[in-house]
């Protein structure tokens, strides 16, 4: 269990797991070491990815997360209301503003930093206080209990960012066969002096890629979530600036491809010059460059939770990202029930217990049982048993088997 | 990185849209795109008129690409452009904008405004072009180059990351001005 997070916290997926799928890209670890050989395509940003850009205190604790983690807000609890309130209304400015800087629409909330600029700490940056501004602020009509909105918080930033990382990758292919510097020519260009005079309108960020980013959390979400669900993300998407909001758009296969292709074109442009490149076609298939589909290579970014809360006037531990049970202790009125149990139920039980400690299943699977007091978990085992697990208190490590049993003698029905 | 190739010239600007009928409703000359455009007579009406339109409109984002953070377009100077956007087509599509609009949707006149001239808010005249004028007349999808007649070197652009770049020397570096092997194009 995550919480209340105390290092840096990764979030990734754990190959192991994926199935069947083979992994077709390169590591990074190998492209980064490529891309060392090409003059000026990897620097070192001096600024710390950690740090969220509208908030100016020092940076917080990062921890890397290696799932999808269940979210838990049990212990919520605002420490200072004013500052709550304040933080509220800025983020919602900068998520909602006219896109003056890159640090508004959804990057307000998350951030990719990528490997060509960090080597070290590049990756996904999802702060706990985001999920609980988009919660407050976007989602907080959902028919869903407080923990489920904040899942579907981090889904919706992690989506969104994975784009900028299948984008980064796609770049990063398109160096090693040119031996061009890409990704930081073009960066570097939204901060260098114009190289020559009449270069006008300038454009804070790439909006296409916005468009292809937000779009493509629309399309995934759009596999899972209810059509009241979608429509509220929708509404989310529209409030953002220019580029962000065109993700609506953007969500049907040839709209998306082609967003996906405009951004390629956009940050190849210069070199399909230098290297009489032929970009324009409609018939070249840009989008399958990025690795959006394949859950292995999305798995190579990590992804990083910030334990920000208490930078918000949340108190420090309202939030806890629950990934892997590392350790249960059995009380004894558990042991009692499990002696009781059909040797096929103890051992899944068994087996189950080295599954949690890599990761919890999804929900419901794994889920917090509505109203129980004190907080208590239900674990789906075979045949319809479950256990019931209590989280550590503030302090403790280990979790706490209650009980065992079937359907009916837990008490769900 | 070394690169033996020459550096090529490129050209920056923006595809225009020129239609009288969105300057007759915004009394602004030109749009962005086709799409963008505002109609003031039937879609239906002047579709082969903005099927041309299209098509020429095409022709210049095939062979132009995006130039950020500009907002702005970059394509291959001294026509090698021509060469993706298809060379005779686009000749062709230039050659239809001569025909007359009257031609290509029959009953044009009919269709006009009436009066078929105006004044604008500043005192301009504007006029809708009658059938027997081509369609270049009211209607042009044009490159609007940023620097007339000149291609851009495209080691300017690429600063230091181009692949003939030289670092200055210690002596050169207290005037940086010339860092560039290939020839100075601005």
Redesign the interface.
């Known amino acids: 269990m995550v919480g209340p997070l105390r290092s840096p916290l990764r979030v990734t997926t754990s190959i192991n797991f994926l199935g069947g799928r083979a992994r077709t890209m390169g590591s990074i670890k190998d492209i980064v070491s490529e891309l060392g050989g090409i003059p000026h395509a990897l620097g070192n940003d001096a600024s710390d990815p950690r740090r969220r850009p509208w908030i100016s205190t020092a940076a917080p604790v990062a921890e890397q997360i290696t799932e999808r983690p269940v979210v838990d807000s049990s212990r919520w609890e605002v420490s200072d209301q004013v500052r709550w309130e304040e933080q509220k209304v800025r983020a919602r400015q900068l998520v909602e503003g006219e896109g003056h800087s890159s640090e508004g629409g959804i990057e307000a909330l998350a951030w990719y930093v990528s490997f060509h600029h960090n080597q070290e700490l590049w990756g996904i940056y999802i702060p706990l206080s985001s999920l609980a501004l988009l919660d407050e602020l976007y989602l907080s009509q959902l028919r869903m209990d407080r923990d489920q909105r904040l899942g579907l918080a981090w889904s919706i930033l992690l989506h969104h960012e994975q784009t900028h990382f299948a984008v980064d990758y796609a770049c990063a292919q398109f160096e090693l066969l040119l031996r061009a510097p890409i990704r930081r020519e073009f960066s570097n260009r939204f901060r260098a002096e114009p190289p020559i005079n009449g270069l006008t309108g300038f454009k804070p960020y790439l909006r296409i890629e916005e468009t292809a980013a937000n779009a493509h959390m629309l399309r995934q979400l759009a596999r899972t979530e209810s059509k009241r669900t979608v429509r509220t993300i929708e509404n989310f998407v529209r409030l953002q600036p220019p580029g962000y909001r065109e993700g609506l758009d953007a969500m049907s296969n040839a709209a998306f491809a082609a967003s996906v292709a405009e951004t390629l074109r956009s940050y190849l442009a210069i070199w399909a010059m230098e290297y009489r490149l032929d970009l324009g076609s409609h018939a070249l298939n840009l989008e399958w460059l990025l690795p959006l589909e394949d859950k292995g290579a999305l798995a190579e970014c990590p992804v990083y939770a910030i334990d920000d809360l208490s930078q918000v006037g949340v108190a420090s531990g309202s939030l806890s990202l629950i990934q892997c049970i590392a350790e249960v202790i059995e009380l004894d009125g558990f042991k009692k029930q499990l002696r009781k149990q059909h040797n096929d139920i103890q051992n899944d039980w068994s087996n189950c217990k080295d599954r949690i400690k890599v990761r919890v299943p999804a929900p419901p699977r794994f889920e917090k049982l509505k109203g129980w007091k004190p907080p208590t978990w239900s674990l789906r085992l075979r045949d319809g048993h479950r256990v019931h697990l209590q989280p550590p208190e503030p302090g403790a490590g280990a979790w706490r088997a209650v009980a065992i049993g079937n359907h009916k003698e837990m008490g769900h029905g | 990185?070394d690169s033996d190739?020459p550096a090529?010239d490129?050209e920056?600007g923006r595809i225009v849209v020129r239609s009288w009928e969105h300057e007759w409703k915004t009394e602004e000359k030109t749009s962005s795109s086709v799409a963008s455009a505002q109609r003031l007579l039937p879609s239906d009406f002047t579709k082969p008129v903005y099927d041309i339109l299209e098509r020429g409109e095409q022709y210049l984002?095939?062979?132009?690409?995006?130039?950020?953070?500009?907002?702005?377009r970059?394509?291959?100077a001294n026509n090698e452009w021509m060469g993706?956007a298809g060379q005779v087509d686009w000749l062709l599509e230039w050659a239809r904008l001569r025909l007359h609009l009257g031609e290509l949707c029959p009953g044009w006149d009919n269709a006009l405004p009436q009066p078929s001239a105006k004044k604008g808010k500043y005192g301009q005249m504007l006029y809708a072009p009658g059938g027997d004028s081509p369609i270049i007349a009211g209607y042009e999808v044009v490159w609007q180059p940023?620097?007339p007649f000149e291609g851009?070197d495209?080691d300017?652009?690429?600063?230091?990351?181009s692949?003939r770049y030289k670092a200055p020397s210690i002596f050169e570096s207290i005037a940086p001005a010339q860092n560039y092997k290939g020839p100075a194009m601005?």
């Open positions: 990185m190739l090529l490129v920056i984002l095939r062979s132009s690409l995006p130039f950020l953070p500009y907002d702005l970059i394509r291959r993706f940023i620097l851009v495209l300017k652009l690429l600063r230091e990351f692949p601005m």
